[in-house]
């Protein structure tokens, strides 16, 4: 497990650029949202406490991880951004419908940074149960919204 030997909150401010001079954008997946409101809110922590000002982080909704990829695009389209973090949760049911959202959603987001020039951040957990949600968005292993956050502040650097 990727996650076993990490703490996904854990980074070395004094190696993250400062973003206080830069933008953005946060879309977020309704579905699951006790998990993916812990995410919004560790990427958002994160971002302010390496200076990004809170004028700066705007954030949108969306109804399911599936929609992620349409509201990124959007959001890139219509705001002056220089990068996104994309959050969603997709948790393991007793169907397929699992693999075929999970895939959809990492090809569609990849597609995005192919597409266009603004970084698109994947922050969706793909977890077999709700413990590892959990275990993952502030819990025994960190926050992956901060981890999503700090490689947004990395890549809108490294796209300047």
Request: charged share 25%.
């Amino acid at each position: 497990m990727a996650t076993e030997n990490k703490n996904l909150s854990v980074y070395d401010k004094s190696k993250i650029p400062n973003a206080k001079d830069l933008r953005f954008g946060i879309v977020v997946s309704e579905w699951n949202d006790e998990i993916t409101e812990a995410l919004a809110q560790g990427a958002k922590e994160a971002l302010l406490d390496c200076g990004a000002l809170p004028e700066n982080i705007l954030r949108w909704n969306v109804p399911g991880s599936f929609e992620l990829t349409f509201g990124c695009k959007k959001m890139i389209q219509t705001e002056k951004l220089d990068a996104v973090v994309a959050i969603g949760s997709v948790i393991r049911g007793e169907t397929s419908h699992f693999d075929f959202v999970c895939s959809a959603t990492a090809q569609g987001i990849k597609d995005l940074n192919v597409a266009y020039d603004v970084p698109v951040i994947f922050c969706v957990l793909t977890d077999d149960n709700i413990e590892q949600s959990r275990a993952r968005s502030g819990g025994k292993h960190g926050n992956k919204g901060t981890e999503a956050a700090i490689a947004a502040i990395q890549m809108a650097v490294l796209g300047k």
